[in-house]
Protein backbone atom coordinates (compact mmCIF):
# COMPACT_ATOMS: atom_id res chain seq x y z
CA UNK A 1 0.00 0.00 0.00
CA UNK A 2 1.01 3.70 -0.19
CA UNK A 3 3.41 4.90 2.31
CA UNK A 4 3.88 8.75 3.06
CA UNK A 5 7.25 9.99 4.50
CA UNK A 6 7.28 13.62 5.92
CA UNK A 7 10.27 16.06 6.86
CA UNK A 8 11.04 17.82 9.02
CA UNK A 9 9.18 16.64 12.18
CA UNK A 10 9.87 19.89 13.80
CA UNK A 11 10.80 23.40 12.19
CA UNK A 12 11.24 26.51 13.47
CA UNK A 13 11.03 29.62 11.82
CA UNK A 14 11.46 33.47 12.12
CA UNK A 15 8.53 35.40 11.29
CA UNK A 16 8.45 36.59 7.89
CA UNK A 17 11.07 33.96 6.98
CA UNK A 18 9.71 31.18 4.77
CA UNK A 19 9.00 27.21 5.68
CA UNK A 20 9.53 24.13 3.62
CA UNK A 21 8.15 20.57 4.56
CA UNK A 22 8.62 17.98 2.19
CA UNK A 23 6.81 14.62 1.77
CA UNK A 24 7.78 11.72 -0.35
CA UNK A 25 5.33 8.83 -1.39
CA UNK A 26 5.55 5.48 -2.34
CA UNK A 27 2.64 4.79 -5.42
CA UNK A 28 3.17 5.95 -8.56
CA UNK A 29 -0.56 5.46 -8.99
CA UNK A 30 -1.47 8.04 -6.17
CA UNK A 31 -2.99 11.54 -7.79
CA UNK A 32 -4.13 13.57 -4.71
CA UNK A 33 -1.93 15.29 -2.68
CA UNK A 34 -3.64 17.59 0.28
CA UNK A 35 -2.06 19.62 3.20
CA UNK A 36 -3.74 20.12 6.38
CA UNK A 37 -3.07 22.34 9.14
CA UNK A 38 -4.05 20.97 12.63
CA UNK A 39 -4.24 22.95 15.73
CA UNK A 40 -4.30 22.02 19.44
CA UNK A 41 -7.85 20.36 20.21
CA UNK A 42 -8.83 20.69 16.95
CA UNK A 43 -9.74 18.39 13.97
CA UNK A 44 -7.06 18.48 10.52
CA UNK A 45 -8.26 21.40 8.04
CA UNK A 46 -7.81 21.33 4.60
CA UNK A 47 -5.38 24.07 3.45
CA UNK A 48 -4.00 23.80 -0.10
CA UNK A 49 -4.43 20.35 -2.40
CA UNK A 50 -2.76 19.17 -5.69
CA UNK A 51 -3.89 16.59 -8.21
CA UNK A 52 -1.28 15.00 -10.30
CA UNK A 53 -1.94 16.86 -13.87
CA UNK A 54 -0.76 20.06 -12.27
CA UNK A 55 2.79 20.98 -11.05
CA UNK A 56 2.11 23.57 -8.66
CA UNK A 57 -0.06 25.74 -7.35
CA UNK A 58 -0.67 28.62 -5.12
CA UNK A 59 -2.90 30.15 -2.49
CA UNK A 60 -1.97 34.02 -1.38
CA UNK A 61 1.30 33.08 1.33
CA UNK A 62 0.87 29.19 0.63
CA UNK A 63 2.29 26.99 -2.63
CA UNK A 64 2.78 23.45 -2.88
CA UNK A 65 4.92 21.89 -5.87
CA UNK A 66 4.34 18.57 -7.07
CA UNK A 67 7.21 16.19 -8.62
CA UNK A 68 5.97 13.14 -10.22
CA UNK A 69 8.78 11.45 -11.53
CA UNK A 70 10.56 11.70 -7.93
CA UNK A 71 7.15 11.02 -6.09
CA UNK A 72 7.82 14.10 -4.02
CA UNK A 73 5.53 17.23 -2.92
CA UNK A 74 6.61 19.96 -1.08
CA UNK A 75 5.02 22.75 0.74
CA UNK A 76 5.59 26.27 1.08
CA UNK A 77 4.54 29.20 3.52
CA UNK A 78 5.93 32.45 2.69
CA UNK A 79 6.53 35.55 4.86
CA UNK A 80 5.64 32.93 7.94
CA UNK A 81 3.00 35.34 11.26
CA UNK A 82 2.78 33.51 14.53
CA UNK A 83 -0.94 32.16 13.85
CA UNK A 84 0.96 29.91 10.74
CA UNK A 85 2.18 28.02 13.83
CA UNK A 86 0.58 24.08 14.19
CA UNK A 87 1.43 20.94 13.07
CA UNK A 88 0.84 20.41 9.37
CA UNK A 89 0.13 16.97 7.46
CA UNK A 90 0.53 15.78 3.95
CA UNK A 91 -1.44 12.90 2.71
CA UNK A 92 -1.70 10.88 -0.46
CA UNK A 93 -4.15 9.21 -2.23
CA UNK A 94 -5.89 7.53 -5.22
CA UNK A 95 -8.73 8.07 -6.76
CA UNK A 96 -11.35 7.26 -4.07
CA UNK A 97 -9.30 5.64 -2.03
CA UNK A 98 -8.67 6.83 1.66
CA UNK A 99 -5.94 9.21 2.36
CA UNK A 100 -2.78 7.96 3.96
CA UNK A 101 -0.86 10.81 6.02
CA UNK A 102 2.37 11.47 6.66
CA UNK A 103 3.78 11.94 10.85
CA UNK A 104 3.52 15.59 10.63
CA UNK A 105 5.18 18.94 10.87
CA UNK A 106 5.57 21.01 14.23
CA UNK A 107 6.12 24.37 12.79
CA UNK A 108 6.48 27.24 15.00
CA UNK A 109 6.68 30.67 14.13
CA UNK A 110 9.17 32.78 16.17
CA UNK A 111 8.06 36.50 16.95
CA UNK B 1 -22.41 24.76 5.41
CA UNK B 2 -22.08 23.53 8.94
CA UNK B 3 -18.91 20.95 9.37
CA UNK B 4 -18.65 17.74 10.46
CA UNK B 5 -20.38 17.45 13.80
CA UNK B 6 -18.53 14.61 16.96
CA UNK B 7 -19.42 13.89 20.06
CA UNK B 8 -18.03 13.35 23.16
CA UNK B 9 -15.16 15.67 22.83
CA UNK B 10 -13.51 13.80 25.70
CA UNK B 11 -13.79 10.84 27.02
CA UNK B 12 -12.42 9.11 29.95
CA UNK B 13 -12.68 5.16 30.57
CA UNK B 14 -11.00 1.93 31.94
CA UNK B 15 -9.70 -0.52 30.74
CA UNK B 16 -11.95 -2.91 29.63
CA UNK B 17 -15.06 -0.74 29.11
CA UNK B 18 -16.56 0.27 26.28
CA UNK B 19 -17.33 3.20 24.60
CA UNK B 20 -18.84 5.19 21.56
CA UNK B 21 -18.47 8.02 19.20
CA UNK B 22 -21.17 9.36 17.24
CA UNK B 23 -20.64 11.59 14.08
CA UNK B 24 -23.02 14.04 11.85
CA UNK B 25 -21.23 14.27 8.01
CA UNK B 26 -21.68 17.53 6.25
CA UNK B 27 -24.95 17.08 4.51
CA UNK B 28 -24.88 15.45 0.97
CA UNK B 29 -21.52 13.67 1.66
CA UNK B 30 -21.94 10.16 0.88
CA UNK B 31 -18.71 9.19 2.06
CA UNK B 32 -17.46 8.92 5.79
CA UNK B 33 -14.26 7.99 7.12
CA UNK B 34 -13.03 6.86 10.56
CA UNK B 35 -9.36 7.50 11.43
CA UNK B 36 -7.59 6.98 14.48
CA UNK B 37 -4.42 9.30 15.57
CA UNK B 38 -2.38 8.29 18.30
CA UNK B 39 -0.41 11.42 19.65
CA UNK B 40 2.34 12.60 17.60
CA UNK B 41 0.79 10.47 14.82
CA UNK B 42 -0.81 11.17 11.38
CA UNK B 43 -4.31 10.20 10.78
CA UNK B 44 -4.76 6.10 10.24
CA UNK B 45 -7.82 5.27 8.71
CA UNK B 46 -9.75 3.10 10.68
CA UNK B 47 -13.18 2.56 8.15
CA UNK B 48 -14.28 4.08 4.93
CA UNK B 49 -18.18 3.93 4.38
CA UNK B 50 -20.00 4.91 1.11
CA UNK B 51 -23.70 5.45 1.68
CA UNK B 52 -24.37 2.75 4.28
CA UNK B 53 -22.16 0.48 2.80
CA UNK B 54 -18.34 -0.67 3.92
CA UNK B 55 -15.80 0.65 1.31
CA UNK B 56 -12.68 -0.47 3.22
CA UNK B 57 -12.66 -1.93 6.81
CA UNK B 58 -9.15 -3.46 5.88
CA UNK B 59 -7.70 -1.84 9.03
CA UNK B 60 -10.13 -1.93 11.50
CA UNK B 61 -9.32 -4.53 14.33
CA UNK B 62 -12.55 -6.05 14.43
CA UNK B 63 -11.92 -8.18 17.55
CA UNK B 64 -13.33 -4.70 19.61
CA UNK B 65 -14.21 -2.29 16.79
CA UNK B 66 -17.07 -2.34 15.05
CA UNK B 67 -18.46 0.78 13.23
CA UNK B 68 -22.28 1.30 11.74
CA UNK B 69 -23.50 4.09 9.54
CA UNK B 70 -27.30 3.53 9.50
CA UNK B 71 -29.45 4.79 6.92
CA UNK B 72 -26.15 6.67 5.12
CA UNK B 73 -25.97 9.66 7.44
CA UNK B 74 -25.25 9.47 10.94
CA UNK B 75 -22.33 7.24 12.11
CA UNK B 76 -21.07 5.19 15.13
CA UNK B 77 -17.79 3.79 16.10
CA UNK B 78 -17.54 1.37 19.14
CA UNK B 79 -14.86 -0.04 21.04
CA UNK B 80 -14.96 -3.10 23.18
CA UNK B 81 -13.61 -4.26 25.25
CA UNK B 82 -10.86 -0.78 25.16
CA UNK B 83 -7.38 -1.42 25.61
CA UNK B 84 -4.57 0.89 26.87
CA UNK B 85 -3.37 1.58 23.40
CA UNK B 86 -6.88 2.49 21.99
CA UNK B 87 -5.92 5.74 23.75
CA UNK B 88 -6.16 8.20 20.81
CA UNK B 89 -8.16 11.18 19.28
CA UNK B 90 -10.79 9.23 16.95
CA UNK B 91 -11.66 11.58 13.86
CA UNK B 92 -14.79 11.63 11.85
CA UNK B 93 -14.30 13.10 8.10
CA UNK B 94 -16.76 12.91 5.14
CA UNK B 95 -16.35 13.83 1.38
CA UNK B 96 -18.92 14.03 -1.68
CA UNK B 97 -19.64 10.86 -3.37
CA UNK B 98 -16.98 11.35 -6.05
CA UNK B 99 -13.91 11.80 -3.45
CA UNK B 100 -11.44 14.02 -2.04
CA UNK B 101 -11.48 16.82 -0.24
CA UNK B 102 -11.91 15.64 3.11
CA UNK B 103 -13.71 17.39 5.61
CA UNK B 104 -12.95 15.98 9.31
CA UNK B 105 -14.09 17.09 12.76
CA UNK B 106 -13.01 18.34 15.87
CA UNK B 107 -12.31 14.41 17.08
CA UNK B 108 -12.98 12.56 20.19
CA UNK B 109 -10.30 12.27 22.50
CA UNK B 110 -10.36 8.98 24.29
CA UNK B 111 -8.34 8.29 27.46
CA UNK B 112 -7.96 4.60 28.66
CA UNK B 113 -6.73 4.02 32.23
Redesign the interface.
Known amino acids: GEN?E?HPSTLSVQEGDSAVIKCTYSDSASN?F?W?KQEL??????II?IRSNVGEKKDQRIAVTLNKTAKHFSLHITETQPEDSAVY?C?A?I??????????TRLSVIA | EAGVAQSPRYKIIEKRQSVAFWCNPISGHATLYWYQQILGQGPKLLIQFQNNGVVDDSQLPKDRFSAERLKGVDSTLKIQPAKLEDSAVYLCASSLPQGPPLHFGNGTRLTVT
Open positions: VQYPYGKGPQLDFASGNTPLVFGKG
